[in-house]
């Protein structure tokens, strides 16, 4: 079974700095989608980063990117320059290529708090 | 605006009445979702809907019906509801004709059921 796994269930960081928030995933496919959501206390959720298993460069945008391991089925999101904006709790979630019936899998979630 | 758009985003109901939640959208997305959110968990998926004729149940669909009115809207029902279906529901979108399929999310609605 295809299972992802956040392992910090809370994280801290200074303003301005730069903080991991690490994710796992187990799966047997070789074609997938790998994404970060996050969600602030307004409940939506918000696509922070995507990243295709086929490409080996990782995703960036603007202050987020990823640090994917293909072989170690490790997915970790950096933030840098972090912002109060930031404060909110990160998914990991993981999208199989095939069948491709939109189901995402999800981790537990992560806490982020973001200290002024 | 928000492109997907749920009402209530906040219900409380009582055991055994029917609640229906809607969805909207207009991203002109072909594919529409809905998943459940409980408290320290991420998100299961309850049904889904790759066009207006299509609709399939996803891990968790006992206790609910959907309906695809048009390619733009997606309702979730819960016939008889009951309390351990107090959630957040999300309904959310994808555009098959673009590579990564990537799901886009509603605000969410908020359900109680007493």
Same mark, same amino acid.
């Given at each position: ?116 | ?53 299509? $609709?399939?149940? %996803? +891990?968790? =669909?006992?206790?609910?019906? @959907? ?35 990537? $799901?886009?999310? %509603? +605000?969410? =609605?908020?359900?109680?059921? @007493?």
């Amino acid at each position: 079974a295809q299972t992802v796994t956040q392992s910090q269930p809370e994280m801290s960081v200074q303003e301005a700095e730069t903080v991991t928030l690490s994710c796992t995933y187990d799966t047997s496919e070789s074609d997938y989608y790998l994404f970060w959501y996050k969600q602030p206390p307004s409940r939506q959720m918000i696509l922070v980063i995507r990243q295709e298993a086929y490409k080996q460069q990782n995703a960036t945008e603007n202050r987020f990117s990823v640090n994917f391991q293909k072989a170690a089925k490790s997915f970790s999101l950096k933030i840098s320059d972090s912002q109060l904006g930031d404060a909110a709790m990160y998914f990991c979630a993981y999208r199989p290529f095939s069948g491709n019936t939109g189901k995402l899998i999800f981790g537990q979630g992560t806490t982020l708090q973001v200290k002024p | 605006d928000a492109d997907v758009t749920q009402t209530p985003r906040n219900r409380i109901t009582k055991t055994g009445k029917r609640i229906m939640l809607e969805c909207s959208q207009t991203k002109g997305h072909d594919r529409m979702y809905w998943y459940r959110q409980d408290p320290g968990l991420g998100l299961r998926l309850i049904y889904y809907s790759f066009d207006v004729k299509d $609709i399939n149940k %996803g +891990e968790i =669909s006992d206790g609910y019906s @959907v309906s695809r009115q048009a390619q733009a809207k997606f309702s979730l029902s819960l016939e008889s509801a009951i309390p351990n279906q107090t959630a957040l529901y999300f309904c959310a979108t994808s555009d098959s004709g673009t590579p990564t399929n990537t $799901i886009y999310f %509603g +605000e969410g =609605s908020w359900l109680t059921v @007493v």
